[in-house]
């Protein structure tokens, strides 16, 4: 088994990708970027020098991952979502070799349209709404929407706002997995 990719699709070398993952129409994976096995880049994505994709990343149409970035498995990254990766850019200054750092951790869903400023780190199964933008770290689990973006609640593994009881205690209407919010953090139990 091995990647397929689009005619139109544009391929760097070097750059390493997974058995299974499929690359869309015009988009372009840029040398020394690593995606991991059966992901799926939609149309018109761009994957920039160094950038690390886990395995099973979905990328919807339209999304740039700027170098610097760095997601971990089943991430979701939906139609036309930002990266950035310089703070304060401007076309007369060349800041190569200071990008910032951002890490989207495993199972975590960028809405559409949603702007992730650099240097701020998404935690795993965390869910940022459509059209948000992102200028803090988002915690494990914590659903964010807004401009800038707040904290509204917090989600499941399979996408579902979680409602917790007096006891701190939630449980997921789809998988029915347990899950428990202490000291402002949730983890499953």
């Known amino acids: 088994m091995s990647f397929k990719a689009h005619p139109t699709a544009e391929i760097d070398k070097p750059c390493k990708i997974g ?14 970027s690593t995606i991991g096995e059966n992901c799926n880049l939609g149309q018109n994505v761009l994957v920039s ?4 994709l886990g395995k099973n990343v979905k990328v919807q149409n339209n999304v740039s991952i700027y170098s610097g970035v760095t997601c971990d498995d089943d991430v979701f ?3 036309s979502c930002v ?31 949603a702007t992730i400023v650099c240097g701020h780190d998404i935690g795993k199964f965390a869910f940022i709404g459509a059209g948000a933008v992102v ?6 689990y914590a659903l964010v929407v807004g401009n800038p973006s707040r904290q ?3 989600m499941s593994e399979f996408g579902h706002k979680l409602e917790f009881n007096s006891k701190g205690e939630a449980i997921c209407p ?13 983890r499953k139990k």
């Open 19 to 32: 058995d299974g993952t499929m690359v869309w129409h015009f988009s372009h994976v840029m040398k020394n």
């Open 49 to 52: 020098n160094e950038v690390v």
């Open 77 to 79: 990254l939906g139609p």
């Open 83 to 113: 990266f950035t990766n310089v703070t304060n850019p401007r076309s007369a200054v060349i800041r190569r070799g200071q990008y910032e750092k951002t890490h989207v951790g495993r199972g975590a869903t960028i809405g559409a349209n």
């Open 135 to 140: 200028t803090k770290n988002v915690a494990d």
């Open 152 to 154: 509204i609640g917090w």
């Open 174 to 186: 789809e998988s029915k997995e347990s899950y428990l919010l202490l000291n402002n953090k949730v």
